[in-house]
């Protein structure tokens, strides 16, 4: 959810001749080359050019006016709009797909969406699953029309077979999503090291601490990452039912969002730690980038559930651990408290 929140408010302008980018916004400005777009966004957007391939996923995927793809389009989202030229074929899976009417696909398009509509020209075959698909006045398919779904409007526009297709049923976000996949994980990586190396030079011992509570304690504090996981929660879920503590529940709730944040990244750190020290390595920093790098990798096996698993239980000891960690240094703050209230000659209150 962190992760997400993070993406969302990031505006990344590409830049580069090949381009796997992240952001709130990835634009390919008007006037802009670049080789290939592989983008993941609030929304992705091709004003400029792109003289090879564009895989995008997005609440709102747009090829301009002004934009032109040289090859293939894949596209997963929200809605995705072509009112530019795209030279190749077109994959989408979306909520809507618009094709304006100055736009262009140049090869065959495949979509299932909730709805679509062709005001545009499609200069080979179209295969549509959708709610609704309406073929406006300006609109032209050269090539063969198979859809499922309600079909409205100029159907003169099909120069091929018009033909209905129950069985359509158009499914090409699999097709984008291994890439979405590796790219989200990388970004998620880059921006979890970040984090982690901010933790370990800001609060060393601490960050050590709780390292120690999972070699040494790994039962207790992995019961008490699973108290906390569902504790909370259900404590969350209380407050909103009343109206005096749903601003409270909200609050919270992002709050409890950070400490499991917290919680995964140091649950790797530890575990790595405590790996590496049985052969003899006491690097913190190499630590922390070994854990990540390997929790990253364990969401991407093929095996089902196993890399889940794992990554759940690392969570569950990192967040345990750095509750006791809170608890241990809260305690030992209100020790010294009691202890210089009660002055150097007398002892403290126990």
Do not use: C
């Amino acid at each position: 959810m962190v992760a997400l929140a993070v993406v969302g408010t990031v505006p990344v302008l590409v830049a580069a001749q090949s381009n796997g980018q992240t952001g709130g916004t990835v634009v390919v400005e008007e006037g802009e080359t670049v080789e290939t777009l592989e983008g993941i966004g609030g929304s992705v957007v091709v004003r400029g050019t792109v003289t090879n391939d564009v895989s995008a996923v997005g609440g709102d995927v747009r090829v301009e006016r002004t934009g032109s793809v040289g090859g293939d389009l894949e596209a997963a989202g929200g809605s995705v709009t072509i009112a530019g030229t795209v030279e190749g074929d077109v994959a989408v899976g979306a909520g809507s797909l618009t094709i304006a009417e100055n736009g262009t696909v140049g090869q065959d398009l495949t979509a299932g969406v909730g709805s679509a509509t062709i005001e545009g020209t499609i200069e080979g075959d179209a295969e549509i699953g959708a709610e609704t698909i309406r073929l406006g006045e300006s609109a032209s398919i050269a090539g063969d029309l198979r859809y499922d779904g309600d079909l409205e409007g100029n159907t003169d526009a099909v120069a091929g077979d018009v033909v209905e297709d129950s069985s359509l049923g158009v499914d090409v976000a699999p097709t984008v999503q291994p890439f979405a996949s590796w790219l989200f994980t990388a970004y998620a990586l880059a921006v979890n090291l970040l984090l982690g190396a901010a933790l370990l030079a800001l609060f060393p011992r601490f960050s050590d601490g709780v390292a120690d509570r999972v070699a040494s304690g790994p039962v207790r504090s992995g019961l008490v990452g699973l108290l906390v996981a569902v504790g909370i929660p259900v404590l969350l879920i209380a407050l909103a039912i009343t109206v005096i503590g749903l601003p409270l529940s909200l609050v919270g709730g992002f709050a409890f969002g950070l400490l499991l944040w917290i919680g995964i990244i140091y649950g790797r750190f530890a575990v790595a730690a405590w790996l590496l020290s049985l052969v003899g390595l006491g690097n913190r920093w190499l630590a922390l980038v070994v854990g990540l790098v390997a929790g990253a990798a364990l969401g991407q096996l093929p095996i089902p559930f196993v890399g889940g698993v794992i990554n759940l239980l690392v969570l569950l000891l990192g967040l345990g651990a750095l509750v006791r960690a809170l608890y241990g240094h809260w305690r030992a703050g209100r020790k010294r408290g009691r202890e210089r209230r009660a002055g150097p000659d007398e002892p403290a209150a126990e």
